[in-house]
């Protein structure tokens, strides 16, 4: 295991002397965090390289540290995977589970890998001006369910010819006021 992490470490740090110390970042320097600091104060924490790490300067350095843990950092400080097999427009509205890292530029205490859970929010790529346009234009033979995916209604538009009109301008307005979305469960472009 201890073999595997210093493979990681070769990989994400420099090996040779072009970087200065201090501007190295996790996972390639160790600071003295204290978790007993005042949440959300802004401190200077001593750090150092690490010893398989070559760098140029002095190998011991301060860092600016807010004090918080990994999972309580904004939203723009660490990076989550994203999933895209979710309804984004069910009510309530879907949450996923997923991980989230946090940048190697950002201090923080504990793990820097954690679950986060987000709101579903995935778009399959659909334009809502494009489903409106279908639907003024071509409602009638049901160009606009078959856009959507919705197959079986625009099967039904077609053969009854909008509902004779009713369904058409019905469409139109569910479709304007983002009522009726695409198949997927995706939001519009």
Not at 8 to 37: A, T
Not at 64 to 76: A, D, I, N, V
Request: hydrophobic residues 35%; contains cysteine.
């Amino acid at each position: 295991m201890a073999t595997l992490f210093m493979a990681d470490l070769v990989l994400q740090c420099p090996s040779n002397y072009d970087v200065e110390c201090r501007d190295l970042n996790e996972p390639c320097i160790k600071c003295e965090l204290n978790s007993q600091c005042h949440y959300g104060k802004v401190m200077d924490v001593n750090c150092e390289k690490k010893p398989e790490v070559n760098c140029k300067g002095a190998t011991k350095f301060e860092k600016k540290f807010t004090c918080r843990y990994c999972y309580q950092t904004e939203h723009w400080e660490h990076t989550c995977d994203l999933k895209a097999n979710c309804d984004s427009v069910s009510s309530p509205p879907s949450s996923y589970v997923t991980n989230c890292t946090v940048n190697d530029d950002i201090l923080c205490l504990g793990h820097r890998t954690f679950n986060k859970k987000l709101k579903c929010n995935w778009t399959g790529g659909y334009r809502w001006t494009t489903a409106v346009g279908l639907s003024i234009l071509l409602g009638g033979f049901g160009a606009d369910r078959f856009y959507l995916g919705h197959w079986q209604e625009g099967i039904g538009k077609l053969f009854s010819f909008g509902g004779f009109g009713v369904w058409t301008i019905i469409d139109v307005i569910l479709i304007s006021l983002h009522y009726l979305g695409p198949a997927d469960g995706s939001l519009y472009i």
